[in-house]
């Protein structure tokens, strides 16, 4: 038997995974207390906001996949925040931004946090226990402080010169001056009490009243454009998800403006092959997905953004026609050109959550690049996003900057449901790897016959780049096969070995739903666990 780097978790009554170990435990602790999926998720995600800041936190946003075991259906919740009304192409070009906005700094806070409001939002309709119980454990570990991890001490160290422009970050993230190390206690205060006032008074507590004031004021003072008016605005959209099928399963996704109809269109590609007849770790497989990642960025690059200011052709895009017709132009080798793709942030957190009763959640949730912004609103102690910054500034472009409209987003949260039940609640954390590593779970749990665990832990691979690597070519983890390096070489792909468990191949986690176990995964490319009981 492989050995797994985690077991695989077991159990009957409910079961959550996250990428770190204290917000699976408080997700696992409102289970018992008899809470629904959505209650465990939003304590899952509020506590990951403290624990996890470099990955996502209030300031972020947030994608929902919520499957009701009442009515049998699967909801969206799009959680991502708009343009804020000040925010247009003719601003930052006055400001000598011609091509790109800026990834850091206040003038990088160009949309509204969208995850608190997605937390309420859910909460109001599916939520069981009191919503200010959902909060407690991120208020507690913020109040009395909780042990850096490894990855949050490392990326902390990696952008420290970023977190000290800005002195309300400095003090919240860089306690003395310096990057804390792993196992240093780390509270947050200013947080605590923002996340105080959210339990208390719900969304208004964040978009309305003192805080708003504050993250607002912020950002101006330090020369940004949000406004006061722009936060009470907001709210979230319950959205009709997308799907397909696969090989006797139904594939859902969020739609449009989240990537996920990608990871949906190369799985109807794949239905053209016997991928169960390659093996998972050769360079048959590697090659076909790779190829068929290509195709569908291609269609994903031309047309995602907000469809509410453009015209996506989804059912073109997720027709079995068009996958077959796509399908010809897989060759045996790496005929397909690379495609100038952008540099996107992969600094996210995906949870996955079941309960007793049936009930799921998928959620994945973001800052965008790590620590988002780089910039904390004030005395709220929330770190704001930047996933604004990946509007595009060319008057051309299907995603250019507009006010009042949300961007391409890599946010993607995934089902698979078989008989109209679901069998797999999955999702992980990555930019360009996110259609890729979801595609490589339910391909090597679908075909290959994998548990969760052992489809997480299994060596991944990286077509494309993210942001700081300017580099886009094909990562292949060092646990594959030399004959899957070499195989891959001989078919043209630009390969570049990268470490064991590297962390740019993303945090996956996973939850497969039997007749009578749960049985779930975590990645150990993160610090999280996956927990029953």
């Known amino acids: 038997m492989t050995r797994t780097t985690r077991p695989l978790a077991m159990a009957c009554n409910g079961m959550v995974s996250s990428p770190h170990y204290l917000a699976s435990t408080a997700g696992l602790q409102v289970l018992q207390e008899g809470g629904s999926a959505v209650d465990a998720a939003v304590a899952v995600n509020a506590t990951l906001g403290v624990v996890y800041p470099h990955m996502t936190g209030p300031g972020g946003d947030a994608f929902w996949l919520i499957h009701d075991a009442e009515s049998g259906q699967v909801h969206g919740l799009n959680g991502s925040g708009r343009a804020i009304a000040a925010a247009t192409r003719e601003h930052y070009r006055s400001l000598g931004h011609h091509q790109e906005i800026p990834s850091r700094g206040p003038l990088a806070v160009v949309t509204v946090p969208g995850a608190v409001d997605s937390w309420c939002t859910a909460h109001e309709q599916y939520g069981r226990l009191p919503f200010e119980r959902l909060l407690q454990p991120a208020i ?9 991890c490894d990855g949050h001490a490392s990326c902390t160290r990696d952008v420290a010169d970023v977190l000290r422009a800005h002195s309300t970050t400095s003090s919240s993230m860089l306690p003395g001056g310096r ?43 330090a020369g940004g454009l949000v406004t006061a008016e722009d936060l009470a605005g907001h709210r979230s959209d319950w959205t009709e998800p997308i799907s397909t099928t696969y090989r006797g399963y139904t594939c859902y996704q969020h739609p449009p403006n989240s990537q996920g109809f990608a990871h949906l269109m190369i799985l109807n590609i794949l239905e053209n092959f016997d991928v169960a007849g390659m093996d998972h770790l050769g360079p048959e497989y590697i090659h076909l997905l790779v190829e068929a990642t290509k195709l569908a960025f291609a269609d994903r690059d031309r047309y995602l953004t907000d469809p509410e200011f453009g015209d996506i052709p989804l059912e073109q895009l997720l027709s079995k026609d068009y996958a077959a017709e796509l399908s010809t132009r897989v060759g045996s080798t790496a005929d397909l ?108 749990i679908v075909d290959a016959g994998c548990d969760v665990q052992t489809a997480i832990d299994s060596p991944r691979w ?48 996973a939850i497969r739903i039997g007749e009578q176990v749960l049985a779930g995964g975590a990645d150990p490319r993160g610090e999280g666990l996956a927990l029953g009981w």
């Open 140 to 148: 507690n570990y913020a109040t009395s402080g909780f042990a850096v």
């Open 462 to 509: 990286l077509y494309g780049r993210t942001w700081g690597d300017s580099r886009q070519d094909l990562r292949v983890e060092s646990r594959f096969p030399a004959t899957t390096e070499d195989g891959l070489v001989d078919r043209g792909h630009p390969v570049r070995v990268v470490e064991p468990f590297d962390d740019a191949m993303g945090h996956a986690q």
């Open 179 to 221: 990057a804390p190390l792993a196992g240093d206690l780390l509270a947050l205060p200013h947080l605590a009490e923002t996340l105080r006032t959210v339990a208390e008074k719900g969304r208004a507590g964040f978009y309305e009243g003192p805080v708003a004031a504050e993250i607002a004021a912020a950002v101006q003072r």
């Open 337 to 444: 050109p690379l495609a100038a793709a952008p540099r996107l942030g992969g600094d996210t957190t995906c949870s996955v959550v079941v309960d007793s009763d049936g009930n799921a959640a998928s959620v994945i949730q973001s800052l965008y690049h790590e620590f988002g912004s780089g910039f904390v609103g004030g005395e709220t102690g929330v770190l704001l996003q930047n996933r604004g910054s990946f509007f595009s500034l060319d008057d051309e472009h299907p995603n250019r900057l507009e006010p009042g409209k949300r961007t391409f987003h890599t946010l993607m949260p995934g089902m698979l449901l078989r008989d109209g039940k679901p069998d797999l609640v999955y999702g992980t954390m990555g930019g360009e790897g996110q259609p890729q590593t979801s595609t490589a779970l339910v391909t090597r």
